[in-house]
């Protein structure tokens, strides 16, 4: 079955901790990104990754880092979280930047981020 | 600055009749268009596309309208049914771009 997985899927930590989310597809799929959504803002990009040690920032980057060492794993770390951070993460994957009904683009479940 | 807009927060509608989620936006360069669906809990999902040489594209119930002079596009849906009750995400992309820029979402509700 086709799956982006996501984890933690609820995590809740202080100010200063650092905190790195995983996140995991099956479909061998080039492209990945993470996004945040917030109330009145909708998603927002924070990184995305066009293929292996190829990684761009998107819209919100401020705070975050991601990696991209092996096709299948993307994940977003929080160096040092701030309360701003609190927020529900997406993570992302598709074989191409542009989805299509034949391609669409998979999303994992969710992450829910509080940082006290 | 906020480049695509859904200026609707919510929308609420009778199961049978129509649904209409408006969408724009303001880059040029926009030349991809989508809508996602997102139930509470899960992550958004595909619903259908249109690119800038089309100005209409069908899927079952499901069909957008895209009006590149006024630089809008439209999801409708019909009949709509409760099942269809979510939040819809419009979405800009470009050939030239490596992303995806989405709006803030509307919460479609419809009633029995």
């Known amino acids: 079955e086709a799956q982006v997985t996501q984890n933690p899927r609820y ?3 202080v100010t200063g901790k ?3 989310v995983t996140c995991s597809q099956n479909m061998n799929h080039e492209y990945m990104s993470w996004y945040r959504q917030d109330p009145g803002l909708g998603l927002r990009q924070i990184y995305y990754s066009m293929n292996v040690e190829v990684t761009d920032k998107g819209d919100v980057p401020e705070g ?3 990696s991209r ?3 299948r794993n993307f994940p977003l770390i929080l160096e040092s979280p701030s309360p701003n951070q609190t927020s529900l993460y997406f993570c992302a ?3 191409f930047v ?3 009904a034949d391609q669409p683009q998979h999303f994992g479940d969710g992450t829910r981020l509080s940082i006290l | 600055d906020q480049q695509v807009k ?3 927060p919510s929308l609420s509608v009778q199961e049978g009749r129509i649904s209409i989620l408006n969408c724009d936006y303001t880059n040029s360069m926009f030349d991809y268009f989508l809508w996602y669906k997102k139930y509470p809990a899960e992550g958004p999902t595909f619903l259908i596309s249109i690119s800038s040489i089309k100005d209409k594209n069908e899927d079952g119930r499901f069909t957008v309208f895209l009006n590149k002079s006024a630089k809008h596009l439209s999801l409708h849906i019909v009949p709509s049914q409760p099942g269809d009750s979510a939040v819809y995400f419009c979405a800009a992309g470009g050939t030239s771009y490596g992303k995806l820029t989405f709006g803030q ?3 479609l509700t419809v009633h029995p």
């Open chain 1, 69 to 71: 060492k092996e096709k």
């Open chain 2, 6 to 8: 859904q200026n609707s």
């Open chain 1, 11 to 13: 995590l809740i930590t």
């Open chain 2, 105 to 107: 979402g509307t919460i």
């Open chain 1, 93 to 95: 994957s598709s074989l």
């Open chain 1, 64 to 66: 975050y880092k991601v």
């Open chain 1, 18 to 20: 650092k905190l790195t």
């Open chain 1, 98 to 100: 542009l989805p299509t």
